[in-house]
């Protein structure tokens, strides 16, 4: 087992990592059941996949069950509503916590109904997508979309314990476990180029499902993503802003497809950078072989890497203006793999001609 604790002096908490740790879940989570029973909040795909599996490990505590719809819809005002109705017809205290049991859309969700109810009681993170297990899940980012775009209300609200079982992602869509990676292989080209190498070694047996694989890619995730949060819980010092790596193209191309099935969050992000490394390189800034490297292992993973779309459209959506393009924007780019930093001050116009040359030769995933 591999616990990563997440050092936040009173809100500390510690991130469990073992296959099979479902199993241990009555016993793990017992501090937190109150006559026997606790609250779970799933999806239907998960519970469906996964839920007996829990229940069974579960034993003697009683799950006391809240499903949800599955999929980015439910991050809404009227999935938040019900959700707190249900938690308050329950009869949940602030003293009790709730179990978040599935990706990030759940955890998000879960997260917020937690920081919110009763002003405020515990939560308890089991995810079981790839991205909630190497991201989401840990650092208390938590909140719904709204009209005027995606997270736009939330809190800062960490759970208590975070319980992340590897052999959840056995049932987990190949697609979605393409995407997961995505963020995985983000933490190496950061600030960790010797993970990169790991990865570029291993991304195929990860996706494969080999366990130790899995377990090392995701402790390793973990690991990073506790020390930024550690360094700078609330993205006020620039640190926690590196996880953006890829993710300002990446929220420029799911706005343009309407966040839709064409482009899930992952892929958005492999794309994305793809593209802070080529434009970094394009700038003089990174070798352009290892935009190339970046590039190309993305794409060996089966992830798309490039994207046609509208430039003058793309920044727009990164200046979060819909129209003006001119002036400058804030993006993470790259001395190299594992030298990512925030940059305060690129041209747009300079990044609308990249696009224009990237975006010619769109690459999908398989
Ligand atoms: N809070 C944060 O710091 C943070 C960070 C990154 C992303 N996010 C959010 O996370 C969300 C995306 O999370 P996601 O990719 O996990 O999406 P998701 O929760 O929608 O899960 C993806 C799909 O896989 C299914 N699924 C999940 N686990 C499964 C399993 N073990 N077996 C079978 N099916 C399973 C789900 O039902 C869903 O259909 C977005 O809303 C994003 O904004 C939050
Ligand atoms: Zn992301």
Redesign the pocket.
């Known amino acids: 087992m591999r616990r990563v604790p997440v050092a936040l002096g009173e809100r500390s908490y510690d991130v469990l990592i073992a296959p099979g740790l479902i199993a241990e879940a009555g016993e793990r989570l017992a501090p937190f059941a109150r006559n026997g029973r606790i609250v779970i909040v799933s999806?239907?795909?998960?519970w469906k996949?996964?839920g007996a599996t829990l229940e069974r490990g579960l034993r003697p505590i009683a799950a006391d069950l809240i499903l949800i719809p599955?999929?980015?819809g439910s991050?809404s005002w009227a999935s938040l509503g019900s959700l707190l109705d249900a938690l308050l017809a329950r009869g949940i205290e602030r003293g009790d916590h709730i179990v978040a049991f599935?990706?990030?859309?759940?955890?998000?969700l879960v997260?917020f109904a937690a920081a919110i109810l009763k002003r405020g009681c515990g939560f308890v993170q089991v995810?079981?997508?790839?991205?909630?297990q190497v991201?989401?899940s840990?650092?208390g980012?938590?909140?719904i979309?709204v009209a005027a775009g995606?997270?736009m209300v939330g809190a800062f609200h960490h759970p208590a314990l975070v319980l992340i079982d590897p052999d959840?992602?056995?049932?987990?869509?190949e697609r979605?476990r393409r995407?997961?990676y995505a963020?995985v292989a983000k933490y190496g080209l950061i600030g960790d180029a010797a993970f990169f190498d790991w990865c570029e070694a291993n991304g195929r047996a990860l996706l494969a499902g080999d366990s130790q694989v899995r377990q090392h890619a995701i402790a390793t995730s973990v690991e990073a993503k506790a020390a930024i949060v550690a360094a700078d819980e609330r993205e006020t010092s620039g640190r926690r802003a590196l996880l953006n790596l890829g993710h300002t193209f990446g929220h420029a191309l799911e706005a343009e497809t309407g966040f839709s099935d064409l482009l899930?969050?992952?892929e958005a992000v492999a794309i994305g950078m793809a593209y802070a490394f080529q434009l970094s390189a394009r700038l003089g800034l990174c070798p352009p072989g290892d935009a190339e490297r970046v590039r190309d292992h993305l794409a060996a993973v089966g992830l798309p890497v490039a994207w046609s779309a509208d430039p003058d459209a793309l920044v727009a959506h990164m200046r979060h203006d819909k129209k003006a393009t001119a002036g400058r924007i804030t993006l993470i780019l790259t001395r190299g793999i594992g030298q990512a930093f925030v940059d305060h001050n690129v041209d747009a116009e300079e990044i609308a001609s990249f696009l224009s040359e990237v975006g010619e030769q769109p690459t999908h995933a398989a």
């Open positions: 999806d239907e795909n998960v996949a996964q599955p999929g980015e991050k599935g990706g990030g859309v759940v955890g998000d997260g995810p079981t997508s790839l991205l909630a991201d989401s840990v650092g980012k938590t909140g979309n995606k997270n959840m992602l056995d049932t987990l869509p979605e995407a997961g963020e899930l969050h992952g």
